[in-house]
């Protein structure tokens, strides 16, 4: 697999200046990341599929960088584990994924 080496590198000075780490743990946690992006999107299709879901799909964070909102009171179509890499250790968090049917724009 051939990875995004300028992502890769954006990335770790990133995490250099927000966790204020040495530059080698930066780079460490960016490669983690790259390398977990393939097997979380692996995860979120599985699980996409186990909830027979065909619409688009994001997280509150993914939607809001999209420029949308949840809307109140929606809950999410499913959810699944996810590796975070940026923190260096490897950890599983559980994300919940909402419809595009869910959103609004916001403004």
């Known amino acids: 697999m051939k990875y995004d080496l300028k992502k890769i590198m954006l990335n770790a000075w990133k995490n250099y200046r ?4 040495s530059f080698a743990e930066a780079l460490h946690r960016a490669w983690l990341s790259a ?3 393939e ?4 995860r979120i299709k ?8 065909t619409e688009d799909t994001n997280t509150w ?8 909102e949840v809307i109140h009171g929606s809950k999410a179509l499913f959810g699944c584990s996810l590796i975070w890499g940026s923190k260096g250790d ?3 968090y559980n994300a919940s994924f909402f419809g595009r049917s869910q959103v609004q724009a916001v403004g």
């Open 90 to 92: 490897g950890a599983s």
């Open 61 to 68: 964070v993914g939607w809001k960088k999209l420029g949308y």
């Open 35 to 37: 390398k977990a992006e």
């Open 39 to 42: 097997i979380n999107a692996e």
């Open 46 to 53: 599985r699980s996409k599929e186990a909830a027979d879901v």
């Open 18 to 21: 927000r966790y204020n780490i």
